[in-house]
Every structure is written in structure tokens, then in C-alpha cells.
């Protein structure tokens, strides 16, 4: 067998400094074709808040409200880390093409879903699909451009965000109140197959060396699952389906810390972890991962259920709900995008994310003391707009914090494990806000319907408050009309008021955060032993997958490499090889 000596370090640490610029056109091709599949993701999520009162009334199903968005969330965090690891370890186009099926299948299921259970399945497997469509475009894009030309990237996709939050709402409006809302899910298709069509042609990544032996660590794959399903369960059916004492959520809540617990031991005795401790030495990924739950709580709660509250409480129709949420991406669009160049051109982002966290925290605290069935909706558009700065100043920023700490060997699995933690931020905001608003709600209609008389109450009961949609409320008399909308609007304003400390929370935390000077190389604080070359072609541009050179031949980069500090005040990181394990 005919091998290769490696060159020598001087060398391949002189050629990783000279090395070339990616055409811009190859990288535009493979940016173009992850912001269809992102843009996908994102367009799914906001149409289905805007068509969520009908969908769940028609479905008969608005106890189980909550789990339509938490079982997508649930799903996709699980996955986040696996597809990060998956895509560190083997050929990212083949995932990457499987997640976009996944979320195709998915939304083929939801559209001939006609009870709840097959909803919430339908969701599951969109979820399965969507965890990585998101993770593996931020890592394709960190794969290829530096550090510090990667802000304008990171601010267009966070303005793909913003985009799909105006579109979302307004297209899941229009399309509930016309073709019906099965039709949320059958737009997904056509977007799919763009983005599958996109990633076969563009993206071309070479296949993973087969000479490598990978190691797939399923026992941490599964713990992450037991954990994270067993927390979200737990704030889902705590003190709404069941007492906190009850044996099931005492269960559940065992569950939950011996899945970490173990977990932890496993990730270090296993040789490629999903989400290997060393990132918890960086201060700033802990820093970054710690503010970023707490906004997520906030921004998931707020984006999830808004549009119930409006539709709902003030009896505004499904498209003018979206509509109004578009005061608040207008405010995000540009403060994302705009930041990501000044970023670019400055090099400074510390105070940016620390400025927007404080923001967010405000926005909710305006959300919780002003806003109630009977104000201007005026105030709402204003409180949204508030959000919509913190949230364009802070999240991105964040991102590329945790990217700019790790070389690009790394920074999908760093990039993975800092965004499943935010999700599971974002899903336990949507399942704690979603079961305190549905408790709260079946409380309030349950009083207030018992305060009109016995014989209103007999006639309500017969009716169903799981089938109350938009148009069943507006046709309902005055005096129940107003216990409805009165008991929709307390049941979820007072928990924005609950939430608004967290994001006073992520500014205190991210005033520690290390301003590291941004990357100006691709591979800039990699392992010389390990490099991972970008190339281009006449079509896209070409990640190679990293390769083990040790004698073996057996490991690969997260097995080979010990991650620490060089230097204490640099903020620069060295990875060193590992003796081979005989």
C-alpha cells in the first residue's frame, strides 16, 4: 500500500497562512442553495403560528395546543447535536440531503393529518429533518469563509429569519383563511425540492476517508434523547396535567439528571462524543449557550403564541395577525444585517449581543404591563418592534462568538452543541409558556363560564372549548364573548412578565464574554496535523473532510486532538495530537 509522508509542520503551517480565496461565485452557489432549505425551516415554523388557533380547533385539540410547536422543537433539539457530530465525522452532503427529506416527509404527513395524534407525528418527523438543516448550513458556511468576512453571511441568515417571520405569518393567514391550512404543510414541497435539487448539483463534498474508522457514539445519542425529552415532558405536564408531587414527574425528573449525569461520563470515555466536553472549557461558548437559553425562553414564547393572542383576544383575522408581527422583523432585518457588516468592517461584536439581550428583557417587560385585550394594538406593534432590535443585535452575534472560539475542524460540533442548548431553551420556553397558558386558559374559561349561571354553563359544556377557533369566538354573545377574550389575554400577558428577567440575565452574563480577535483565515487556530482543505471547482465550493494522519490511521480529529488554551490572555487555542494508543 503506497502512502503519503506528511509535510512538515513548518509547511503546512506556511501553506495554511498562503492559502488562496474561495471564489466568491462557488461559495454564492453553495449559499444560496442552504439558504433555500433554512428558508424552508423558517417559513414552516412562522406559518403554523398564524394558522394554530384554526388548525387546533378544527382538529378539535386545543388542550394539546402547546405540543403542535414543542414536539417539533423536542425533535429538532435531539437532532441538532447528532446532525453536528454526523456532519463532523462523514460526508455532510448525505446528511444534509437526508434532513431535507426527512422535513419533506414530514410536511406530506401533516398535510393529510386529520387528528391530533397524526399532527403531532407529522411535527416529530419534521423535527427529525429540521435539526439539521440549520446546523449543517452554519457549519458548511463557517467551512468556507474566515471568521471575519463571516459576518455579512451570519446577518443574512438571521435576516432569512426575519424574512420568513413577515412572509410566514402573512402567507399562513392568507392561506388559512383561503385554501385551508393543510396547504401551511404542502407549501413546504415545492422549497424542498429547490433545496434538494440545490444540494445534489452544488454541493459537492468529497467523500470521508474510508481508511478512517468512525465512531458513532449512540450511547450518547440516546441519553440526549432520554434528557431532553424527559425535561421538556416534565414542564410540559408539571402542575397542568399532573402535581408536581406525582410519581410520574418525580419520574421524569429522575430521568432527566441521571440521563446528564451519565451522559457526562459517557461523552468522556467515548472516542468521537456528540458534544465532547472540551467546549465547556471555553468561557465564552458557556457564556454565549447560557444567554442564549435565556433569550430563546423569551423569543419562542413570544413568536409561538402572539398570534393565538391576537387572533383570539383583540379578534383580529389570521392574515392581519401576521401582518401585524411585521413591524417586528422590519425592526430585526436591518439591525441584523446591518450589525453583521459592521462587525465585518470593525472586528469589535462584544457589546452588541449584551446591548440586545438587556433589549429583549425591556420588550417583555413592556409585553407583560401593557398589553391586554382591550389596548391599542398599536402598543403591541410597539412592544414587538423592541423585541425585534434585541433580537437583531443579540443572536447572530452569538453564533459567531462561539464559531470565532474554535477552529474549523471544530465548529460544527461547537456550532451544534451551543445551538442544542438554545433550543432547548427556545422548546422549554414553548412548553413551560404553552402549559402555563393552556392551564391558565382552561382555569379562566372554566371560572368564568361558571360565573353567567348554571344553565350557560350546561350549554357551554356542551359546545367545547377544544373547538373554539377565531371565527366561533367573534360569533359568540357579549357576555361570553368577553369571558373568552378576557380569559385568553390573562392567561398569557402575566407570563411575559414572569420571562422579561432573563433577558436582564443574558446582558449580565455576556459582559464576561472575551472579545477574541475575529479570524482573518479560514484555518486560523487549527491543527497543522490536521488541516481541513478548502478547495474550489467550477461549481462549489469543496469542504474536505477531516483526515487522520496519525500512524493507525484509526482516529479522527475529535478522537486525535487534546483542545486547550495556548495562551492565557491570547484567546487563541492550539490543538496538539495525541499519541497513538497502541
Request: net charge neutral; charged share 10%; glycine share 10%.
Amino acid at each position: 500500500m503506497t502512502t503519503t509522508a506528511p509535510q512538515p509542520a513548518a509547511e503546512r503551517q506556511h501553506s495554511a497562512e498562503e492559502e488562496p480565496e474561495i471564489e466568491t461565485s462557488s461559495v454564492l452557489l453553495l449559499f444560496t442553495g442552504l439558504m433555500l432549505a433554512m428558508f424552508m425551516f423558517s417559513l414552516n415554523q412562522t406559518m403554523l403560528a398564524t394558522a394554530l388557533p384554526t388548525i387546533v380547533g378544527d382538529l378539535n385539540g386545543v388542550d394539546q395546543m402547546l405540543w403542535v410547536s414543542t414536539a417539533f422543537m423536542l425533535a429538532s433539539t435531539i437532532m441538532m447535536p447528532i446532525y453536528g457530530k454526523l456532519g463532523d465525522s462523514f460526508n455532510r452532503k448525505k446528511i444534509f440531503i437526508f434532513a431535507i427529506c426527512m422535513f419533506i416527509l414530514g410536511s406530506i404527513v401533516g398535510f393529510l393529518a386529520h387528528n391530533m395524534a397524526v399532527l403531532i407525528t407529522a411535527r416529530v418527523v419534521q423535527g427529525l429533518g429540521g435539526g439539521g438543516l440549520i446546523i449543517l448550513s452554519q457549519a458548511l458556511i463557517a467551512a468556507v469563509v474566515p471568521a471575519r468576512k463571516r459576518g455579512p453571511y451570519m446577518g443574512i441568515m438571521g435576516a432569512n429569519f426575519a424574512v420568513t417571520s413577515v412572509a410566514g405569518p402573512l402567507i399562513g393567514g392568507w392561506i388559512t383563511e383561503g385554501p385551508g391550512w393543510r396547504w401551511t404543510f404542502a407549501l413546504n414541497l415545492p422549497f424542498g425540492v429547490l433545496a434538494l435539487i440545490a444540494a445534489i448539483l452544488f454541493l459537492k463534498v468529497p467523500k470521508s476517508d474510508r481508511s478512517v474508522k468512525r465512531h458513532v457514539d449512540v450511547a450518547g445519542m440516546i441519553l440526549i434523547a432520554e434528557f431532553t425529552s424527559a425535561l421538556i415532558l416534565t414542564t410540559s405536564w408539571g402542575g397542568h396535567q399532573y402535581d408536581w408531587d406525582d410519581p410520574i414527574i418525580i419520574g421524569l425528573i429522575a430521568i432527566a439528571v441521571i440521563s446528564a449525569v451519565v451522559f457526562v461520563f459517557v461523552e468522556q470515555a467515548v472516542p468521537e462524543p456528540v458534544i465532547p466536553m472540551f467546549v465547556f472549557k471555553d468561557t465564552n461558548f458557556v457564556l454565549c449557550t447560557i444567554a442564549g437559553m435565556c433569550i430563546a425562553i423569551g423569543m419562542f414564547g413570544v413568536l409561538s403564541y402572539m398570534p393565538t393572542f391576537l387572533q383570539m383576544a383583540h379578534g383580529i383575522e389570521a392574515t392581519k395577525a401576521g401582518l401585524l408581527m411585521v413591524p417586528m422583523m422590519a425592526v430585526m432585518l436591518p439591525s441584523s444585517v446591518i450589525i453583521g457588516f459592521v462587525v465585518s468592517k470593525t472586528g469589535r461584536y462584544k457589546w452588541y449581543p449584551v446591548l440586545g439581550s438587556a433589549i429583549v428583557g425591556v420588550a417583555l417587560f413592556l409585553m407583560g404591563t401593557f398589553v391586554t385585550a382591550d389596548q391599542n394594538v398599536l402598543v403591541v406593534i410597539g412592544c414587538l418592534c423592541v423585541l425585534g432590535l434585541g433580537l437583531g443585535l443579540s443572536m447572530q452575534m452569538l453564533v459567531l462568538i462561539v464559531q470565532n472560539s474554535f477552529p474549523v475542524a471544530m465548529v460544527g460540533t461547537a456550532t451544534a452543541s451551543n445551538n442544542f442548548f438554545r433550543q432547548i431553551g427556545g422548546t422549554l420556553g414553548m412548553s413551560l409558556i404553552g402549559s402555563l397558558f393552556t392551564s391558565r386558559l382552561a382555569s379562566n374559561l372554566e371560572d368564568g363560564i361558571k360565573s353567567l349561571g348554571p344553565q350557560v354553563a350546561q350549554a357551554m359544556k356542551g359546545t367545547g372549548s377544544n373547538s373554539l377557533t377565531p371565527e366561533v369566538v367573534k360569533s359568540l354573545p357579549d357576555p361570553i364573548h368577553s369571558i373568552i377574550v378576557n380569559a385568553y389575554s390573562d392567561a398569557l400577558v402575566p407570563i411575559f412578565l414572569w420571562v422579561c428577567p432573563l433577558g436582564i440575565i443574558a446582558a449580565v452574563i455576556l459582559m464576561f464574554v472575551r472579545e477574541k480577535a475575529l479570524a482573518t483565515k479560514i484555518d486560523a487556530g487549527a491543527p497543522t496535523d490536521h488541516q481541513r482543505e478548502v478547495v474550489a471547482t467550477d461549481s462549489i465550493a469543496v469542504v474536505e473532510q477531516p483526515v487522520s494522519l496519525t500512524p493507525s490511521g484509526t482516529s479522527s480529529v475529535s478522537d486525535e486532538i487534546a483542545y486547550e488554551k495556548a495562551k492565557q490572555g491570547a484567546g487563541e487555542y492550539s490543538l496538539r495530537p495525541r499519541s497513538p494508543k497502541h
